[in-house]
């Protein structure tokens, strides 16, 4: 038999199952708890047996663990019920003197799961919620919502200055978000679905003729590609560039590529040295240290929309792989090169499907790697790794959505 005991708000008494005689005298209390630090209670699992077992009693978790886990799930799914009626009650409360922040149906999941964050910091929050006048109460719901969105790090201080939360409730709440990581979920999801946004918008402006006649390669797709290094892999992510490799590449590039490293910003656009935005062919760097101090270095050319790449191309990146990997100025490392443009003549066909090699792989050596792809696989690729958060966050938006919260974020980097 589990008795449960829910205890007030004012009684700090920790929350766990406690092994008692079938009349309710408690023998031992055991620590693990199976529940949240949102409410408080306890679980008293009477059993006869328990009186018969002596000092065996302490390994009781052991022997009969069943019926322990048994009393720890009803428990757990005790607490988790009385948290939802709580929850219900304050939400209920706060809907009716017009304090709640979010609306009844949200479509979005990143404000979904804001909201249903918002809610459980509201339970753990309930008594200063409940001491507190109903415009006070008005002004404490928005200060949480503005905390979850702008600033979740700053919560803990935000609740101890606007609700003057008392020492225990903090570390309740401190609790619930360590072991849950709730507060993570806001920000994660949108750095996730803002990836799927970009992929989205990349194919949107590179493969509509109507909208890639007017983009513009040095101040609106070198700058979207270059913040976006993930795209190539998720490590590269950690990378940068490296001041020193930029003289090496200038003695080898030909004159009508441009470093990423000789553009400047002139206002709120890249352009060339010389003032103009000119159309033409863009090489970015980067490199990244690995764990036992290993250098990988990622090249990648970016070809103008416009250039169909073929054998010209191709030969070009060949020849940058070899001069600069037998480079005495850049030392050993292991370099990957990229070749990317809009679409590729049917000429490459015999180098992008090679035997033993994944598609657009050309060239693997042990100093180099050289691989020439179109946008619609490079994003196809990328997709592709993050398919399972995107189904994780049921994110279905629509490629108009896409393209208009990019545009929100990135004005001047998209075509008009």
């Not at 020492?167 to 309740?172: G, L, T, Y």
């Not at 890249?270 to 250098?295: F, H, N």
């Not at 994110?395 to 075509?415: C, K, T």
């Amino acid at each position: 038999m589990l008795t449960i005991v829910d205890w007030i708000d004012s009684v700090k008494v920790p929350t766990g199952i406690v092994l008692c005689t079938a009349d309710g005298a408690a023998l031992l209390e055991i620590e693990q708890s199976a529940a949240s630090g949102n409410v408080r209670s306890t679980g008293y699992l009477r059993w006869s047996a328990w009186a018969t077992t002596g000092a065996d009693l302490l390994l009781a978790q052991i022997d009969h663990a069943s019926i322990i886990d048994a009393g720890r799930q009803a428990l757990a799914e005790h607490i988790v019920a009385r948290t939802g009626r709580l929850t219900t009650t304050i939400v209920a409360t706060l809907k009716e003197e017009n304090a709640y922040p979010y609306p009844d149906k949200i479509a979005d999941p990143v404000r979904e799961a804001e909201r249903q964050l918002f809610d459980l910091i509201a339970v753990t929050a309930r008594t200063p919620l409940r001491n507190s006048t109903k415009p006070q109460r008005k002004m404490t719901a928005r200060l949480l919502q503005l905390a979850l969105q702008e600033r979740p790090e700053s919560l803990d201080l935000i609740l101890a200055d606007a609700l003057a939360l008392s020492e225990p409730e903090r570390d309740q709440l401190a609790e619930l978000l360590r072991h849950t990581t709730l507060s993570k979920i806001v920000s994660a999801a949108a750095e996730v679905t803002r990836r799927l946004d970009l992929i989205s918008t990349l194919r949107h402006v590179i493969y509509t003729p109507s909208v890639a006649a007017d983009l513009r390669e040095v101040d609106q797709l070198h700058p979207l590609v270059k913040d976006n290094v993930w795209l190539f892999g998720e490590a590269w992510r950690l990378s940068a560039s490296e001041v020193g490799l930029t003289n090496v590449l200038r003695t080898v590039v030909r004159d009508d590529v441009v470093l990423e490293s000789d553009l400047v910003r002139q206002g709120n656009q890249v352009r060339l040295a010389d003032g103009k935005r000119g159309r033409v062919d863009l090489l970015m760097q980067r490199t990244l240290i690995g764990p036992s101090d290993q250098q990988s270095r990622l090249v990648v050319e970016l070809k103008r929309p416009s250039v169909k790449l073929g054998d010209k191309e191709l030969t070009q990146v060949k020849r940058y792989a070899r001069a600069l990997t037998d480079h005495p100025g850049v030392g050993q490392s292991q370099w990957t090169f990229w070749l990317i443009g809009a679409n590729i003549r049917d000429e490459l066909a015999g180098d992008l499907q090679q035997t033993g090699r994944e598609w657009g792989h050309v060239i693997a050596t042990e100093r180099y790697d050289v691989r020439v792809t179109n946008w619609g696989t490079l994003l196809d690729q990328a997709m592709r790794r993050f398919q399972f958060y995107k189904e994780q966050l049921a994110y279905d938006a629509s490629q108009d959505e896409s393209v208009a919260r990019v545009r929100r974020l990135h004005e001047e980097l998209l075509p008009s």
